[in-house]
């Protein structure tokens, strides 16, 4: 089938690579986002799906709003049967919808009718799912309630952050996707229509949501923790600054701190949530590089008495 992808971010550059490589299709095009200001020179910089699509030596495509009729034009002309997208990050109008003969077909980062939204592997890290995955479906002007090709499983660990489990399933999702174009080609794949049971919303994580609330219980801490990492980044306030918070985790047998309490030792730092205490393993001070919560506490000399938050 000829093509056009639509991506953004890093995340989007395996499932373009699975195509690329796949030897069924063409990809005649890549719609990406503008070139967005990046870096302390706030220089424009191009998406890293344009900077793959450029190194392969197609035509990149990045209108402002994917309802511009420059755009829906360019589109009309290149007449792609299907239009694959991953992490795109604009709203598509109907007008656009319609002009692939299959439809535009996205990649979800979660097992839908779950986590339907923009941030589905951080509310799953959040909400202590154990399993998550990926999806296939076709695109409908609903939050992504579209009919579902196919699906892929992920264990979700103990530990990942939402940055560890997004690298595994941008690599397992690239697989399920170029496998959904084959099956549509083939007409051996047919979409099935999300349950109406199961439904579960991920918004946008935003900073003010990544700030650590010390009463919730320990194993709450730590899914924030991971959830937010890399992206906003989970905080706390220490002597009225900033504090981001890189690498915790639970320490069941630490009862005696309440919660925000901080007890720094000579290796260790500990603080007391609302159940039992968590050890800071990295942190980021305001303005500072990652460094490893002892040496943090060794530097600012935290005295008895006190707190985070």
């Known amino acids: 089938m000829k093509l056009v992808f639509a991506g953004t971010p890093e995340v989007a550059v395996p499932a373009l690579d699975a195509l690329l490589a796949s030897g069924r299709h063409e990809v005649a095009a890549v719609v990406t986002r503008p070139d967005a200001p990046a870096g302390r020179g706030r220089r424009l910089v191009a998406s890293p799906v344009a900077e793959r699509a450029e190194e392969a030596g ?3 495509l990045k209108p402002a709003k994917p309802r511009e009729e420059g755009f829906l034009a360019r589109l009309r002309e290149i007449a792609p049967d299907c239009c694959p997208v991953v992490a795109y990050g604009a709203l598509l109008p109907r007008v656009a919808l319609d002009i692939p003969a299959h439809g535009w077909v996205n990649l979800h980062f979660s097992l839908l009718p779950a986590w339907r939204g923009a941030a589905p592997v951080q509310h799953a890290v959040m909400a202590g799912d154990s399993l998550t995955g990926a999806s296939t479906f076709l695109i409908e002007e609903g939050l992504d309630s579209g009919p579902v090709y196919g699906t892929v499983t992920e264990e979700i660990r103990p530990t990942d952050t ?16 170029a496998a959904t174009m084959d099956g549509i080609e083939d007409g051996s794949l047919k979409a099935v229509p999300q349950p109406a049971e199961g439904v579960s919303l991920a918004p946008k994580i935003d900073v003010e949501d990544a700030r650590v609330d010390w009463t919730a219980p320990a194993l709450r801490v730590d899914r924030v923790v991971r959830g937010c990492t890399p992206a906003p980044g ?38 007391g949530t609302g159940s039992y205490a968590v050890e800071l393993l990295w942190v980021q001070p305001q303005g500072k590089k990652p460094m490893a919560a002892a040496d943090w506490a060794r530097g600012v000399r935290i005295t008895a008495g006190e707190k985070l938050g």
């Open 58 to 60: 197609i035509e990149v």
């Open 162 to 177: 939402s940055g560890d489990l997004l690298t595994r399933l941008a690599l397992a999702g690239s697989g399920l996707l």
């Open 234 to 271: 989970a905080w706390t306030v220490f002597r009225g600054e900033r504090l981001k918070l890189v690498a915790v985790t639970p320490v069941p047998e630490r009862t005696d701190l309440a919660p925000g309490d901080v007890h720094a030792g000579k290796k260790n730092v500990y603080v």
